[in-house]
């Protein structure tokens, strides 16, 4: 099974030479286009290091500056007072059980017992064919909203989580979607950041739902 990717700077190149010696992946640098006609056995071992060679990339070229955030105050005071969700109705209410209920806006654990807001969401400002609608827990009562240069702590529990960057025009740029342990998710933001042609990056759960936006600071 062929595996396509994309170089995305020189010293990315000399990582994917690199690999390529390793996996008999055929690398250009003038296209900064590689092939890996590997078998499908071989496919994961091949994406692994091709991972690993962008983190490393991405540790050996400038540093790129995260800006990590919640959803928009406007719109989390909306949806808490009854504005209509991504689906035209108004947040369900229900009482937070267990330690899992990030709430998207401080980027949060809603404490057990108290109140959630469970809603429909589209994390996207235009509506397009890219822009995904899934559901999301917000607090209910009024909580500070979440803008760091670095993730929440507890992002490392997400095991694995799902990362992908996208273009100005909203849609998903398929050569970043990568699926990396909690640990690693900072550095994979890095990585995907570190092309221009990426606007943000959205992280999820492994189940799909939308945990938060990565800018570049
Ligand atoms: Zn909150």
Same mark, same amino acid.
């Given at each position: 099974?062929?595996?396509?990717?994309?170089?995305?700077?020189?010293?990315?190149?000399?990582?994917?030479?690199?690999?390529?010696?390793?996996?008999?992946?055929?690398?250009?640098?003038?296209?900064?286009?590689?092939?890996?006609?590997?078998?499908?056995?071989?496919?994961?071992?091949?994406?692994?290091?091709?991972?690993?060679?962008? +983190? =490393?990339?991405?540790?050996? $070229?400038? @540093?790129?500056?995260? /800006?990590?955030?919640?959803?928009?105050?406007? *719109?989390? !005071?909306?949806?808490?007072?009854?504005?209509?969700?991504?689906?035209?109705?108004?947040? +369900? =209410?229900?009482?937070?059980? $267990?330690? @899992?209920?990030?709430? /998207?806006?401080?980027?949060?654990?809603?404490? *057990?017992? !108290?109140?959630?807001?469970?809603?429909?969401?589209?994390?996207?400002?235009?509506?397009?064919?890219?822009?995904?609608?899934?559901?999301?827990?917000?607090?209910?009562?009024?909580?500070?909203?979440?803008?760091?240069?670095?993730?929440?702590?507890?992002?490392?529990?997400?095991?694995?989580?799902?990362?992908?960057?996208?273009?100005?025009?909203?849609?998903?740029?398929?050569?970043?979607?990568?699926?990396?342990?909690?640990?690693?998710?900072?550095?994979?933001?890095?990585?995907?950041?570190?092309?221009?042609?990426?606007?943000?990056?959205?992280?999820?759960?492994?189940?799909?739902?939308?945990?938060?936006?990565?800018?570049?600071?």
């Amino acid at each position: 099974m062929p595996l396509h990717g994309r170089a995305r700077s020189e010293a990315h190149v000399r990582e994917f030479s690199y690999v390529s010696r390793d996996s008999r992946c055929i690398a250009s640098p003038a296209s900064a286009e590689i092939a890996c006609p590997i078998a499908a056995g071989q496919r994961q071992v091949a994406v692994l290091l091709l991972s690993t060679s962008l +983190l =490393i990339s991405a540790q050996g $070229g400038d @540093a790129v500056q995260l /800006r990590v955030q919640g959803i928009p105050t406007e *719109e989390f !005071d909306r949806l808490r007072t009854g504005g209509a969700d991504a689906h035209g109705q108004p947040a +369900l =209410i229900r009482t937070a059980e $267990g330690v @899992a209920n990030p709430c /998207r806006h401080c980027l949060q654990h809603i404490k *057990e017992g !108290d109140d959630k807001l469970v809603l429909a969401y589209q994390p996207f400002a235009v509506r397009q064919p890219y822009a995904e609608t899934g559901p999301i827990f917000l607090h209910r009562e009024a909580c500070a909203r979440y803008d760091a240069s670095t993730l929440p702590e507890w992002f490392t529990m997400l095991d694995p989580a799902a990362i992908r960057g996208y273009g100005a025009d909203n849609w998903i740029r398929y050569e970043t979607g990568q699926v990396v342990r909690g640990n690693e998710l900072a550095s994979a933001c890095e990585s995907i950041l570190s092309d221009d042609d990426i606007a943000y990056v959205h992280i999820r759960s492994k189940y799909g739902c939308f945990q938060c936006r990565v800018d570049r600071d």
